[in-house]
């Protein structure tokens, strides 16, 4: 199954997001699901929390929120909210890819 996150940082927590940033990529980078897509959106409006998208292949979505509980942006309470949910895509060439098996 595809599974999404949908991550919006607190505004209040940028000193610690930067301080965690590294610690966060190793952590998606180590993951022992299979992420297809990761990363922030453009830099967000003064003010407002970033916004980050991670997309992955797994077995349950229990796998993913295993995952999830365990990075270190959710831990530290970096992320305002985090919306997980199964993604059922329908078209495109990153679907046709994953098809195949590339």
């Known amino acids: 199954m595809i599974v999404a996150r949908h991550a919006v940082s607190d505004p209040g927590k940028a000193a ?3 301080r965690l940033l590294e610690e966060h990529k190793a952590y998606l980078q ?10 922030p959106s453009a830099p967000p409006v003064e003010g407002r929390g970033s916004t980050a998208l991670v997309i992955a292949e797994v077995e349950t979505l229990a796998e993913f929120e295993a995952f999830n509980t365990g990075d270190p942006f959710v831990r530290s309470g970096v992320y305002a909210s985090v919306e997980i949910f199964e993604w059922r895509p329908t ?3 990153l679907l046709e890819r994953l098809s195949d098996g590339s």
């Open 16 to 18: 610690e997001r930067s």
């Open 30 to 39: 180590g993951a022992a699901i299979r992420i297809l897509l990761s990363g």
């Open 91 to 93: 078209l495109g060439l």
